[in-house]
């Protein structure tokens, strides 16, 4: 019985003692310490513990519980709170009536600076001003993918 004591006066602060076959024997002993859940999984809404600073450092204010969840919820058909403004616009085609049909309509549909133009859809509209609310034909631009890119990198 004094061993048993001491056992579990060494357990003070768990908050869940599971026994098994009714004896404190070393492995026999198995200790849960789990925090206590503080927050929902926006995609599956599963309680769970977030220390205090991976809470403050959330951007949007949503918490996942896996990587997994956190994917399914920043796709075009996810959640639309984690996504940007502008996310999903422009990916329904050339018969849209987005930023991107608006561009391939003005626009010859080449890129502006390689005029690259074999296949539409390795071609991108890029914002000038980088706004992507201003969608004013004066702002918008046809880039090939890699002239974006080289663009946005500052290579060119």
Not at 75 to 104: C, K, M, Q, V
Request: overall charge positive; some cysteine.
């Amino acid at each position: 019985m004094k061993r048993l004591k001491h056992k579990l006066d060494m357990l003070k602060g768990v908050k869940q003692i599971f026994v098994l076959c009714g004896v404190l024997e070393n492995i026999n002993l198995i200790t849960l310490n789990q925090k206590k859940s503080n927050v929902k999984c926006a995609w599956c809404k599963k309680s769970f513990y977030k220390n205090h600073s991976r809470k403050k450092s959330s951007k949007s204010g949503l918490f996942f519980c896996c990587r997994k969840h956190k994917d399914f919820a920043q796709r075009t058909d996810g959640l639309p709170e984690i996504n940007p403004s502008h996310y999903g616009t422009g990916r329904t085609g050339r018969n849209s009536s987005t930023y991107r049909r608006i561009a391939f309509k003005n626009h010859p549909n080449k890129c502006n600076k390689c005029s690259y133009d074999e296949h539409f859809s390795l071609l991108d509209v890029h914002h000038i001003d980088k706004n992507h609310n201003n969608n004013d034909i004066s702002n918008l631009e046809i880039l090939c993918v890699m002239c974006h890119r080289k663009y946005h990198y500052g290579i060119e």
